[in-house]
């Protein structure tokens, strides 16, 4: 079992940069399928990033349409933390962010949360 802490939100400006942390505890991420996921009220959680490791460098990495080629998920093995980079950011991104876990011997099943991280973009 792992346990995760999400940190880093705030509020920023449009077209601002952000990076958002989950740090882990109890077991090491590269030993999981890990994901970013959002929030909106009065809108179901979507998928936003995930990664995969299969070796200390290789890894395969998904995003959302929305922010394929702004947002950029890595790891710090040092810390055990799993990051997600968001630059040009814009109103539709504002949202409470989670980090999840997915174990290896039931990949796509996310039984992992953190309690999430509020980011707001403001003009």
């Known amino acids: 079992q792992v346990q995760l802490v999400e940190s880093g939100g705030g509020l920023v400006q449009t077209g601002d940069s952000l990076r958002l942390s989950c740090a882990a505890s109890?077991?090491?991420?590269?030993?999981?399928?890990m994901g970013w996921f959002r929030q909106v009220p009065g809108k179901e959680r979507e998928f936003v990033a995930s990664?995969?490791?299969?070796?200390?460098?290789?890894?395969?990495?998904y995003y959302a349409d929305s922010v394929k080629g702004r947002f950029t998920i890595s790891r710090d093995d040092a810390k055990n933390t799993l990051y997600l980079q968001m630059n040009s950011l814009n109103h539709e991104d504002t949202a409470v962010y989670y980090c999840a876990a997915s174990p290896p011997t039931a990949s796509g099943t996310w039984d992992y949360w953190g309690q999430g991280t509020q980011v707001t973009v403001a003009s």
């Open positions: 109890g077991r090491t991420i590269s030993s999981y399928d």
């Open positions: 990664v995969r490791w299969y070796g200390s460098s290789t890894y395969y990495a």
